[in-house]
């Protein structure tokens, strides 16, 4: 049981640093640091768009429009930490012996 905590665990980081590397890369092609008419990054924003868009689109639908920013993400990263410490304490408390 601990094993399979500790692989939803790993699962919650890989998200967490798809979503960290988007947010890099959106502002990185938001300030034109980089380009988007390189075939790389543009592939790249794709890909992680397509990945994160389930994501963000349940809770888009219970945020309120704020304009130009989006909390998604935010909201995201929030619920991921919340996730991951609430792994954490389960597998404590099933390598202990403590009560749940």
């Known amino acids: 049981m601990i094993t399979l905590i500790q692989i939803l665990q790993v699962l919650v980081h890989i998200v967490w640093w798809i979503l960290i590397i988007q947010f890099i890369l959106s502002v990185l092609i938001a300030f034109n640091v980089v380009n988007t008419h390189n075939d790389f ?20 639908r219970f945020m309120p429009n704020t304009g130009a920013i989006d909390f998604s993400p935010l909201v995201v990263v929030v619920i991921l930490i919340i996730l991951d410490l609430v792994l954490g304490n389960v597998a404590a408390n099933l390598r ?5």
């Open 41 to 60: 990054v543009r592939s790249l924003d794709n890909g992680l768009t397509r990945v994160t868009e389930p994501l963000y689109r349940p809770i888009r």
């Open 96 to 100: 202990y012996g403590t009560p749940l």
